[in-house]
T-cell receptor, first 109, second 116 residues
């Protein structure tokens, strides 16, 4: 079956670094996505990885290891506005997104 | 960047009435649109995949006669919740796949439905 696993909740301190892990199993693989979702809003796209390695985009970086079925989202210099849910999604061979349950990130001052 | 709109953004209706939600891709063409439902503190649940000019494909457990989907053009898909009940109250989000890129999906802002 297809499955996406990520932690339910994480807490971090403003200004610090946090890594949100995601493991995936999909029928075929066409990439791994990370989305940010603030309460009451639709998800917004953060990153897309289809090849192994690290993709850096400002304060956010995303890593993929296809052999391990593993990805992480790294957030640096955390700000209070980064408090949100972070959704990991794998794209299967039909280009359909398989969603994780999301990781609620709580930022404390 | 690509923009997807949804209308209405919020709707309150009485039990038993039908509600139509529109999803439009504003600056790109989308042969495929997806309809999601999200209950509080839960992840997105794919309801159906809508392909322009053909019948929608519904996920297991989603009643196709209750959630009518029409994808009449490359920029518009509609979801109609028929005979809505309080348990249908949820956040409905659409996404549209750019015709030029299989992996690119853009999300609409969502529609919050409250059935009284």
């Amino acid at each position: 079956g297809q499955n996406i696993d990520q932690p339910t909740e994480m807490t971090a301190t403003e200004g610090a670094i946090v890594q949100i892990n995601c493991t995936y199993q999909t029928s075929g693989f066409n990439g791994l996505f990370w989305y940010q979702q603030h309460a009451g809003e639709a998800p917004t796209f953060l990153s897309y990885n289809v090849l192994d390695g690290l993709e850096e985009k400002g304060r956010f970086s995303s890593f993929l290891s296809r052999s391990k079925g593993y990805s992480y989202l790294l957030l640096k210099e955390l700000q209070m506005k980064d408090s949100a849910s972070y959704l990991c999604a794998g794209m299967d061979s039909n280009y359909q997104l398989i969603w994780g349950a999301g990781t609620k990130l709580i930022i404390k001052p | 960047g690509a923009v997807v709109s949804q209308h209405p953004s919020r709707v309150i209706c009485k039990s038993g009435t039908s509600v139509k939600i529109e999803c439009r891709s504003l600056d790109f063409q989308a042969t495929t649109m997806f309809w999601y439902r999200q209950f509080p503190k839960q992840s997105l649940m794919l309801m159906a995949t809508s392909n322009e000019g053909s019948k929608a494909t519904y996920e297991q457990g989603v009643e196709k006669d209750k959630f009518l989907i029409n994808h009449a053009s490359l920029t518009l898909s509609t979801l109609t919740v028929t005979s809505a009940h309080p348990e249908d109250s949820s956040f409905y989000i659409c996404s549209a796949r750019d015709i030029q890129s299989e992996w690119t999906q853009y999300f609409g802002p969502g529609t919050r439905l409250l059935v009284l």
